[in-house]
């Protein structure tokens, strides 16, 4: 699998003060941290501060990898609004658009939100135990 380079710019999660900005003072501030699949065998994504058009931008270098950059918020943080902006240095030539296999996606932001386990809908719901029971 070819490797994606992407530049990614993320502003303006949320207002409140718990929030670490994704990128400070060329690092990558804590909370912010990697994680990983259980016995992960593939690489792990790397994650590293730049200057990209003078902003503060997060690289993320994928060869056949995978790790997520996560943030977590207590319960009682909303986020208001996500703003980003995104470049792509080095598309991945092996993909096919017209094609459903395989991951066609140069990144992804993702958020999720921890809802009682009795408002998920059932069919998602087994799927987290057993999510769950698998990862701890």
């Given amino acids: ?4 380079v992407v530049s990614l710019a993320l502003a303006g999660l949320l207002a409140a003060a718990s929030i670490a900005p994704l990128v400070q003072g060329g690092s ?3 909370p912010w941290h990697v994680v990983t699949l259980p016995k992960q065998s593939v690489p792990v994504t790397r994650y590293s501060a730049e200057t990209v058009d003078g902003r503060e931008a997060l690289r993320i270098q994928t060869q056949g990898s995978y790790g997520n950059l996560v943030h977590e918020l207590p319960p009682a943080v909303a986020p ?3 703003r980003w902006a995104w470049r792509l240095q080095e ?3 092996a993909v096919d658009l017209r094609v ?3 991951d066609d ?3 992804k ?3 999720s939100f921890d ?3 009795e408002r998920v809908p059932f069919i998602e719901r087994q799927v987290l135990r057993i999510a769950r029971s698998r990862t701890g």
């Fill in 109 to 111: 932001v993702c958020m």
């Fill in 28 to 30: 990558i501030p804590p």
């Fill in 115 to 117: 809802l009682p386990l």
């Fill in 100 to 102: 459903k296999a395989g």
């Fill in 80 to 82: 208001q609004r996500l």
């Fill in 91 to 93: 598309p991945n030539s």
């Fill in 1 to 4: 699998m070819l490797g994606s």
């Fill in 105 to 107: 996606a140069a990144v």
